[in-house]
T-cell receptor
């Protein structure tokens, strides 16, 4: 247990569906992150939040919409996804701000997303 | 573009020593981190090198040479539970973590 939980663990959705991924951290951290992990590819940073404010959006398509209502919760809203969006979506948090040189991140177990 | 190179797979024997290399090409550098990920699990932090040299944490050590844009993770006294994927990650000039594709470590009895 890393102190970061994600729900659901598995999700299958059609291209016209709307769904949301949830992440919650119980570590008292102020920075949270969304990553996409595809097989045999590097983790791709999608979004970064620091004290509930979005600080990075790495050219992610608008069909992915993040929301951070407070420092403990992070959502990723999904709509009209494509089959190539199928991947493991990982949430992480850190005690250090995203702009610090030492930035140990604590990851959740991920949501395995399949888009049909 | 920015990239990190590490072997896709390494095989070793239980009790042995294995080294996983990582070379990087990034715009700026603020540190090299290593993470471990078991199948179906979350990546977990192993080590961080901000300066050149060797950092040791139990059976695991990590090395960095900034002049060579190179680092490695050294695992000693390998145990079956060390079978996992190992990722190197570099913080670039924007403090973003740029990740390698991971090295799958297979340990044989």
């Amino acid at each position: 247990e890393t102190g970061v939980t994600q729900t659901p663990r598995h999700l299958v959705m059609g291209m016209t569906n709307k769904k949301s991924l949830k992440c919650e951290q119980h570590l008292g951290h102020n920075a949270m992150y969304w990553y996409k992990q595809s097989a045999k590819k590097p983790l791709e940073l999608m979004f970064v939040y620091n004290f509930k404010e979005q600080t990075e959006n790495n050219s992610v398509p608008s069909r992915f919409s993040p929301e951070c209502p407070n420092s403990s919760h992070l959502f990723l809203h999904l709509h009209t996804l494509q089959p190539e969006d199928s991947a493991l979506y990982l949430c992480a948090s850190s005690q250090e701000p995203p702009y610090s040189s030492y930035n140990e991140q604590f990851f959740g177990p991920g949501t395995r997303l399949t888009v049909l | 573009g920015q990239s990190l190179e590490q072997p896709s797979e390494v095989t070793a024997v239980e009790g042995a020593i294995v080294q996983i290399n990582c070379t990087y090409q990034t715009s700026g550098f603020y540190g090299l981190s290593w993470y471990q990920q078991h199948d179906g699990g979350a990546p977990t932090f192993l080590s961080y090198n901000g300066l050149d040299g060797l950092e040791e944490t139990g059976r695991f050590s990590s090395f960095l040479s900034r002049s060579d844009s190179y680092g490695y993770l050294l695992l000693q006294e390998l145990q079956m539970k060390d079978s996992a994927s190992y990722f190197c990650a570099v913080q670039d000039s924007n403090y973003q973590l740029i990740w390698g594709a991971g090295t799958k470590l297979i340990i044989k009895p």
